[in-house]
């Protein structure tokens, strides 16, 4: 479970830079790549933390 949250930085990030792109044109690329990887790496956190708590129990 945990390989397939590790491509979400790099999902999040190209679709981030795709968006930021649409919405503001080639200054919102930076921005959205930015802001997607980050969400990727938040998710890919929290998905490791909750697979954790799940094998504890």
């Known amino acids: ?3 397939i949250g ?6 999040l990030f190209v679709a981030g830079a795709i968006l930021g792109h649409v919405v503001m ?4 690329v ?3 790549a930015g ?6 790496v938040a998710i890919l956190g929290l998905l490791g ?7 504890r129990r």
Not at 49 to 55: M, Q, S
Request: proline residues 7%.
């Open 35 to 40: 802001l997607g990887f980050g969400a990727g």
């Open 6 to 11: 590790c491509l979400a930085p790099l999902v």
């Open 1 to 3: 479970m945990i390989g």
């Open 25 to 28: 044109g080639s200054v919102g």
């Open 49 to 55: 933390w909750a697979l954790d708590r799940i094998k």
């Open 30 to 32: 930076p921005w959205g």
